[in-house]
């Protein structure tokens, strides 16, 4: 069956989105069609249908297809704990954890998963849609190469280049791009689109004339900036929070320098009722915040370190003080309590580090992780939702005995004495439209009917809109093989 893969001439040109809404495109013209990306790097990972996890920009664009998740749709999931350091996911489960230095070493080991992978994909839709990772441009990184090149040409993928025009020089990036490629994997290209034009398309007529003399490839379209994109799942922790409105409730939400699953923030950012802040490094918690949220991290003692670091421990103290609220979610969980132990050094170097004290639990780091998908009752409101888990680590303490929520009977989560200060491992539970309202409803503000599940899907149709009518979809079609 064919196959097509976009790739970009940077990160953040829109990959994923774009494959998304060609997914989504392809879907709607009767095709079965599955995404790919043979290698990604992201700690904002899902739980797959086969127990394992992918980056949960693939799980988003599945959604797209209509399909599940699986961990074929992502089968190498670099997941960052230190700036030089990562777990390596492969097929959903980890494997080892290697330096950036050596990884290029392993990567060589990796292709055969990854093209078996691929080739199920094949055997079982009519298309399968290819999202590379970084860019092809860096080609002090091919040789070994999975995520690109590499695994175009042995699959015999077929590649359209994608350009983000709205940082500025985009045609020194697809000339450029041609200009450093061999001979081999230039020829892979069959053709460019330019992403995220602000403005008047046609005035940029001459620029797009100029890629396609300069570089030879065919052009497939100017795509304009796609205005509801925030509504759909943010991959980056630096696109959430940026919804075109304020509400009455103040939610803070801590940018932790490992946070992980931060998917947990996409629904709230809907929400009309309320405002989303995503706080920075260096910047304080705001005195007006209702309810500040700790994120999940991928190494929990190191942002225990980068959250004091901030001062945060201290604005922390003065919130719950003014009675506001704290919810922490897995790793932010954890950092709730009064001690975090990690003896065997999974997280990092073995030790223990104290915890912030709102919480009386602890935290013990065990190398099983638990990868699994619940449904769960919330205590205080008795509301059903559904959630996933994703961690290490075991949490117990005398505040556990008011549990959060409930799993076929089993308290789950920890809340204090006063009420103010949550903490869960579960993830995903603002997902549902009735949890939701009852939880915004419990800190004093209405839900103004939400249904995000619905909300999501409208945003992919639209997104498919937009792509059938400003790119030459029939002829990126026309070029899978």
């Known amino acids: 069956m064919p196959a097509l893969m976009i790739q970009g001439t940077g990160s953040n040109v829109g990959k994923s989105m774009l494959v998304a809404g060609l997914?989504?495109?392809?879907r709607r013209c009767g095709l079965s069609v599955a995404p790919f990306k043979p290698q990604n790097m992201s700690n904002n990972a899902a739980v797959t249908v086969d127990g394992g996890e992918i980056g949960r920009a693939q799980a988003m664009q599945a959604l797209a297809c209509g399909l599940e998740p699986h961990t074929d749709m992502n089968p190498i999931l670099?997941?960052?704990?230190?700036d030089v350091g990562a777990h390596v996911v492969v097929l959903g489960q980890h494997r080892t954890s290697v330096r950036a230095r050596d990884y290029s070493a392993l990567k060589p080991t990796l292709?055969?998963?990854?093209?078996?992978?691929?080739?199920?994909?094949k055997q079982t839709h009519d298309l399968v849609i290819v999202e590379g990772a970084g860019s092809p441009a860096e080609v002090n990184l091919r040789a070994g190469d999975i995520a690109n090149m590499g695994f175009a040409v042995a699959a015999d993928v077929p590649v359209v280049l994608a350009g983000d025009i709205d940082r500025g020089g985009v045609i020194a990036q697809m000339v450029g791009t041609q200009a450093v490629l061999s001979e081999q994997d230039a020829g892979m290209v069959a053709g460019f689109l330019i992403n995220k034009f602000r403005g008047d398309p046609s005035l940029f007529d001459d620029g797009y004339a100029l890629i396609e003399q300069r570089t030879g490839w065919s052009g497939f379209g100017v795509l304009p900036w796609f205005p509801d994109a925030w509504k759909l799942p943010a991959e980056d922790a630096l696109d959430i929070a940026s919804a075109p409105h304020e509400g009455a409730l103040h939610v803070v939400c801590l940018g932790l320098s490992r946070i992980a699953n931060f998917d947990d923030l996409d629904p709230l950012a809907q929400e009309p009722g309320l405002t989303l802040t995503m706080l920075r490094a260096g910047q304080p918690i705001p005195g007006d915040a209702d309810l500040v949220i700790l994120p999940g991290s991928k190494s929990t003692r190191g942002d225990l370190a980068f959250l004091r670091?901030?001062?945060?421990?201290?604005?922390?103290?003065?919130?719950?003080?003014?009675?506001?609220?704290?919810?922490?979610?897995?790793?932010?969980?954890q950092m709730l309590?009064?001690?975090?132990?990690?003896?065997?050094?999974i997280e990092g170097?073995?030790?223990?580090?104290?915890?912030?004290?709102?919480?009386?639990?602890?935290?013990?780091m065990e190398p099983a992780k638990r990868l699994t998908r619940v449904q769960a009752e919330h205590v205080p409101s008795g509301q059903m939702f559904d959630g996933y888990e994703i961690h290490i680590g075991q949490t117990t303490g005398p505040d556990c005995a008011r549990p959060f929520a409930r799993i076929n009977g089993d308290d789950e989560g920890a809340i204090s004495g006063s009420g103010q200060i949550m903490g869960s491992y579960l993830h995903g539970l603002f997902r549902h439209d009735g949890f939701?309202?009852?939880?915004?409803?419990?800190?004093?503000?209405?839900?103004?009917?939400l249904k995000y599940d619905t909300a999501v899907e409208a945003t992919l149709d639209a997104l498919a809109?937009?792509?059938?009518?400003?790119?030459?979809?029939?002829?990126?079609?026309?070029?899978?093989?």
């Not at 170097?349 to 013990?364: N, R």
């Open 23 to 26: 997914c989504r495109a392809a």
């Open 78 to 82: 670099l997941k960052p704990e230190t």
């Open 111 to 121: 292709m055969q998963a990854v093209l078996e992978s691929f080739g199920r994909l």
């Open 309 to 333: 670091a901030q001062g945060w421990d201290i604005d922390l103290t003065a919130h719950v003080r003014r009675a506001g609220h704290v919810l922490g979610i897995c790793g932010g969980y």
């Open 337 to 345: 309590g009064q001690v975090v132990r990690d003896p065997l050094g």
């Open 349 to 364: 170097p073995a030790g223990e580090t104290p915890g912030l004290g709102l919480l009386d639990v602890t935290t013990a």
């Open 436 to 449: 939701r309202t009852a939880f915004l409803s419990s800190l004093g503000a209405q839900s103004n009917g």
């Open 465 to 481: 809109d937009h792509i059938e009518a400003h790119l030459d979809l029939p002829g990126l079609l026309s070029v899978a093989r």
